[in-house]
């Protein structure tokens, strides 16, 4: 999967998300959309990607193995896979990470993802993609606003930029988070934990995302962007240097009790799962990792694995005890190698 490529700074962010949102002029948002304004909307989409190189899939004629794919490749959540009559769909680019949500919140949603920091090639895909919707279609934009969307957030420019975080040092010294928070609001973004499909709190885990899109330009946004990923990944070292050189013996004896724990477990829960990984991250650099078969690849891999199971989602469709089993069969294969998903 994409985000199991190498990205650069991926010790602190797991990844960079590129949306760019545009709607078809003269059509009312999807919230108030008929069925046949729906349609209307597929016809003309597919129309426009004829020579782009995407494919076209309706949300329901997907089975549960591409439904399971595209969610855990982050494209979109459970409940808009799995709604009914809901005429939504996909256009799916050959290039691991992008893609285009059709019919959500927007007509069209361009998602654009990558690991680690290169905003700069999340924004150029989804963007090269906008333009030539734009220079097929009659996308609703005005002098005054800029791009129309259904969100008043995301009108001007359209464009969201969502960073995953994984901030252990900074989650576990105190006063850390608030003064990231305060860092980020000066360039007018929002920092928010992260939450689990089953609104249980991501130990560690945040989202970093803009507030701005009226009244700036795409650069302007790229340029905060770029400001406030150098000051988390500068300020999350550093927690993390200060807490081994206070707590070696701890962080050691944490590593090596969260490897032997994944590496062996019969059952497990995310909570659980989420905590060990973070021990892991937060001594990686600093332990002697000699006895210890993990890499940066393998930590961050079974990050978003375990943050990110369709099955999981889905509370019907296993028992918790089977879910928390097949998990830690997973999580076994990830820590010995494998690529058990």
């Known amino acids: 999967m994409w985000y199991e490529n190498e990205g650069k700074n991926k010790e602190t962010v797991l990844s960079t998300k590129v949306i760019i949102n545009r709607n078809i002029k003269g059509l009312p948002f999807p919230p108030k959309m008929s069925d046949a304004d729906r349609e209307n909307v597929f016809g003309m989409v597919r129309q426009a ?5 995407l494919n076209f899939v309706r949300t329901d004629e997907l089975d549960d193995t591409a439904k399971a794919d595209l969610f855990n490749q982050f494209y979109s959540g459970y409940s808009f896979l799995n709604a009914k009559d809901s005429k939504t769909g996909f256009l799916l680019s050959k290039t691991e990470g992008l893609g285009v949500i059709i019919n959500s919140t927007d007509h069209i949603s361009i998602v654009s993802m990558v690991p680690g920091t290169d905003i700069a090639t999340a924004y150029k895909r989804a963007d090269d993609l906008a333009v030539k919707f734009e220079q ?28 995953t975080l994984a901030l252990p040092g900074i989650e576990k010294t105190e006063g850390a988070v608030q003064v990231l928070s305060r860092r980020a609001e000066k360039y007018d973004w929002q920092l928010i934990p992260m939450t689990h499909s089953d609104g249980l709190r991501e130990s560690g885990i945040y989202v970093l995302a803009n507030l701005a899109t009226l009244g700036v330009t795409e650069e302007e946004i790229l340029e905060g962007a770029q400001k406030i990923q150098t000051d988390i990944i500068k300020l999350e070292n550093t927690c993390r240097k200060n807490i081994w050189t206070k707590k070696k013996i701890l962080i050691e004896d944490q590593y090596y009790r969260a490897y032997a724990t994944l590496r062996y477990c019969r059952r497990i829960e995310v909570a659980e799962a989420l905590t060990l990984v973070n021990w892991l991250r937060l001594g990686q650099d600093y332990v002697d990792t000699s006895d210890a078969d993990v890499n940066w690849n393998r930590i961050n891999k079974l990050t978003q694995r375990v943050r990110r199971n369709y099955q999981d989602a889905g509370s019907k469709i296993t028992r918790p005890k089977d879910k928390s089993t097949v998990r830690a069969k997973m999580i076994r294969d990830i820590m010995k190698g494998g690529q058990e998903s």
Request: no cysteine; proline share 0%.
């Open 136 to 163: 097929t279609m009659d996308i609703a934009y005005t002098d005054k606003f800029g791009f129309l969307t259904s969100q008043i957030k995301s009108v001007g420019t359209g464009m969201q930029i969502l960073m």
């Open 49 to 53: 990607a004829g020579t782009l190189g």
